[in-house]
């Protein structure tokens, strides 16, 4: 075991991995942060190894070049901590109180999923991605601020608004820290395949536990079940295990491991559940009988197998959270779709999340304004105006206005003209809900401004 932490947590490893979290599993309890009650860390420097490098290149250039891209991640983390704050002190008081509604919450719940799975892609989007420990560091780092921001932005907000908002940002950290585990665990295992001696020796060592019928395997340790019932579960498990031992030795991937692990929890845990309370059950059954499977692998080794005990261990722990992972994230995607209906249900029939371009409209390139008429039963004009200094603005030519119909609001009666803005040069499309005399100012992602107004067409005398 400490041969394999000096190959694989010291200075002079080819791929290291963080000492910290070598050979231990990962605490799932609720993350706190360091210590209790207190703000962390700042963007922590690395003076010993910035000097070290300055000793070997030129010191004058890595000692400017240090400082030039230490300011950049702070400027990095700060726009980001300005953005988000500024967005939620700027709401009005009257804007908070639509926010806090239940329907509103649940709308907004939608975006903040699709906004934590972007910045996640973004920042591990696979945790087989060969990343440094100094990255992985990071990124925790990273998604633990972002959330103690959000909770400092949202003081004094409804408590529905803050409930809503921290359940789904602590998600997007948990999920974080759980990829940036196996990440780590990644590494080490890499090290352990490519070490041929080592992978024949846990690999002899396991069949003589699993063959000798040395594994105590004893149904006092397992919930009250029928003996039949027991001896079937535990055989499905005892099968997951045999086919990845079956794979030692014969290939230094570790993609190969994990896919065979998912096909076999696809087989006997996600395709057999027919709803999420089933799903739950089979999950919580499987991962007790996992987790006893091989803690009982781990006792024999122990006890008549301690020269592969610690490569046992690695693939052990690594086994284990990859199990937690795909379970837990496929509990978030339930939940998520959950979300999902419920959003659709509020929906009137003939509406959906995503609705189709109608009556498309092409405004003329050389105007700043534009009008259309609306394709609705009652007439109403839609004005288009650019918000800028240009009288030509670059760009506006592929800008397009959509009206798509209108809708009635049953409480007051009154109309709503549904339109959607789209710039076809960035494939950026905003859709939004007007009533007759209102306007709106919609930017996009290029920066362009446009105040969108809708009005009544006079009557023709």
């Given at each position: 075991m400490y041969e394999i932490y000096v190959e694989t947590c010291g200075q002079n490893a080819q791929n290291q991995v963080n000492p910290a979290t070598f050979g231990k599993c990962e605490n799932h309890s609720p993350i706190k942060t360091d210590p209790v009650g207190s703000p962390l860390s700042e963007f922590r420097r690395c003076p010993f190894w910035e000097q070290e490098l300055a000793k070997k290149?030129?010191?004058?250039?890595?000692?400017?070049?240090?400082?030039?891209?230490?300011?950049?991640?702070?400027?990095?983390?700060?726009?980001?901590?300005?953005?988000l704050t500024s967005f939620w002190k700027s709401l009005q008081q009257d804007t908070v109180m639509l926010m806090s509604l239940p329907d509103v919450c649940q709308l907004f719940k939608y975006y903040d999923v699709q906004l934590y799975k972007g910045i996640e892609d973004i920042l591990l989007h696979d945790f087989l991605e060969d990343v440094s420990i100094q990255y992985l560091k990071s990124v925790r780092?990273?998604?633990?601020?972002?959330?103690?921001?959000?909770?400092?932005?949202?003081?004094?907000?409804?408590?529905?608004?803050?409930?809503?908002?921290?359940?789904?940002?602590?998600v997007f950290v948990k999920r974080l820290r759980r990829k940036t585990y196996l990440s780590n665990m990644?590494?080490?295992?890499?090290?352990?395949?490519?070490?041929?001696?080592?992978?024949?020796?846990?690999?002899?060592?396991?069949?003589?536990?699993?063959?000798?019928?040395?594994?105590?395997?004893?149904?006092?340790?397992?919930?009250?079940?029928?003996?039949?019932?027991?001896?079937?579960?535990?055989?499905?498990?005892?099968?997951?295990?045999?086919?990845?031992?079956?794979?030692?030795g014969t290939?230094?991937?570790l993609s190969v491991f994990l896919n065979c692990l998912y096909s076999n929890l696809?087989?006997?845990?996600?395709?057999?559940?027919?709803?999420?309370?089933?799903?739950?059950?089979?999950?919580?059954?499987?991962?007790?009988?996992?987790?006893?499977?091989?803690?009982?692998?781990?006792?024999?080794?122990?006890?008549?197998?301690?020269?592969?005990?610690g490569s046992w261990h690695l693939f052990h722990l690594l086994l284990l959270e990859f199990v937690t992972h795909i379970l837990q994230s496929r509990i978030e995607e339930e939940e998520e779709d959950d979300d999902v209906g419920n959003l659709k249900e509020m929906l009137p029939d003939d509406q959906s999340l995503v609705q189709p371009d109608q009556a498309p409209f092409h405004p003329p390139d050389s105007s700043p304004t534009?009008?259309?008429?609306?394709?609705?039963?009652?007439?109403?004009?839609?004005?288009?105006?650019?918000?800028?200094?240009?009288?030509?603005?670059?760009?506006?030519?592929?800008?397009?206005?959509?009206?798509?119909?209108?809708?009635?609001?049953?409480?007051?009666?009154?109309?709503?003209?549904?339109?959607?803005?789209?710039?076809?040069a960035t494939e950026n499309t905003v859709k939004l809900s007007l009533p007759v005399g209102q306007e709106a100012l919609v930017t996009l992602k290029d920066g362009q401004k446009f105040v969108i107004h809708i009005s009544d067409v006079p009557p023709k005398l």
């Amino acid at each position: 075991m400490y041969e394999i932490y000096v190959e694989t947590c010291g200075q002079n490893a080819q791929n290291q991995v963080n000492p910290a979290t070598f050979g231990k599993c990962e605490n799932h309890s609720p993350i706190k942060t360091d210590p209790v009650g207190s703000p962390l860390s700042e963007f922590r420097r690395c003076p010993f190894w910035e000097q070290e490098l300055a000793k070997k290149y030129s010191y004058k250039m890595m000692a400017f070049l240090a400082d030039d891209y230490y300011n950049y991640c702070q400027d990095i983390l700060q726009n980001v901590e300005d953005l988000l704050t500024s967005f939620w002190k700027s709401l009005q008081q009257d804007t908070v109180m639509l926010m806090s509604l239940p329907d509103v919450c649940q709308l907004f719940k939608y975006y903040d999923v699709q906004l934590y799975k972007g910045i996640e892609d973004i920042l591990l989007h696979d945790f087989l991605e060969d990343v440094s420990i100094q990255y992985l560091k990071s990124v925790r780092l990273f998604s633990k601020k972002f959330k103690l921001w959000l909770l400092n932005a949202l003081e004094g907000f409804p408590a529905l608004v803050q409930i809503s908002k921290l359940k789904e940002v602590t998600v997007f950290v948990k999920r974080l820290r759980r990829k940036t585990y196996l990440s780590n665990m990644a590494k080490t295992m890499r090290m352990l395949l490519e070490n041929n001696r080592r992978v024949h020796i846990l690999k002899s060592d396991l069949h003589a536990i699993i063959d000798q019928g040395t594994l105590d395997l004893s149904k006092k340790a397992l919930p009250s079940t029928p003996s039949s019932s027991v001896d079937l579960e535990m055989h499905t498990e005892m099968k997951c295990l045999s086919s990845l031992i079956a794979l030692l030795g014969t290939s230094t991937d570790l993609s190969v491991f994990l896919n065979c692990l998912y096909s076999n929890l696809q087989t006997f845990v996600l395709q057999p559940s027919r709803n999420k309370e089933e799903f739950v059950q089979l999950a919580a059954s499987f991962q007790l009988r996992w987790n006893f499977l091989l803690t009982a692998v781990s006792k024999a080794m122990t006890l008549c197998h301690r020269e592969s005990f610690g490569s046992w261990h690695l693939f052990h722990l690594l086994l284990l959270e990859f199990v937690t992972h795909i379970l837990q994230s496929r509990i978030e995607e339930e939940e998520e779709d959950d979300d999902v209906g419920n959003l659709k249900e509020m929906l009137p029939d003939d509406q959906s999340l995503v609705q189709p371009d109608q009556a498309p409209f092409h405004p003329p390139d050389s105007s700043p304004t534009r009008e259309y008429d609306s394709p609705s039963v009652d007439p109403h004009r839609v004005t288009l105006k650019h918000m800028g200094q240009s009288r030509y603005p670059v760009g506006v030519s592929s800008v397009v206005l959509r009206v798509l119909g209108f809708l009635v609001d049953t409480d007051t009666g009154n109309k709503l003209i549904q339109v959607l803005l789209e710039d076809k040069a960035t494939e950026n499309t905003v859709k939004l809900s007007l009533p007759v005399g209102q306007e709106a100012l919609v930017t996009l992602k290029d920066g362009q401004k446009f105040v969108i107004h809708i009005s009544d067409v006079p009557p023709k005398l």
